[in-house]
């Protein structure tokens, strides 16, 4: 990390992302940069990133998928509200 004041200098490629932060691929990165999920810079023709860029990502791949939300089942006949019910807590 830096301070405040200071500007980093230092970028690497996805493949040295990669490599340092265990995700997935370059194209996964590729894809969340292109979203906006995580942070980057676009420079010349490829991606790269901080030291603290990938300090961000490893904070972003930390976080587990939000558990599924159980649906509505109002309006739902008995038998498609047991079925859900089944799906939902096993």
Same mark, same amino acid.
Request: aromatic share 6%; hydrophobic share 40%.
């Given at each position: ?20 932060t ?6 996964w ?13 676009w ?17 972003f ?24 019910? %089944? %799906?939902y807590? %096993?």
């Amino acid at each position: 990390m830096t301070a405040p004041d200071q500007v980093e200098v230092a970028t690497f490629p996805l493949s040295h992302v990669v490599q340092t932060t265990g995700a997935a691929s370059e194209d996964w990165l590729i894809r969340r940069l292109r979203k906006k999920q995580i942070r980057g810079r676009w420079t010349g023709r490829e991606w790269r990133m901080t030291a603290s860029d990938m300090a961000a990502l490893v904070e972003f791949m930390a976080n587990g998928p939000a558990a599924p939300a159980v649906p509505d089942v109002t309006g739902l006949t008995a038998a498609s509200r047991r079925r859900l019910e %089944r %799906r939902y807590t %096993r």
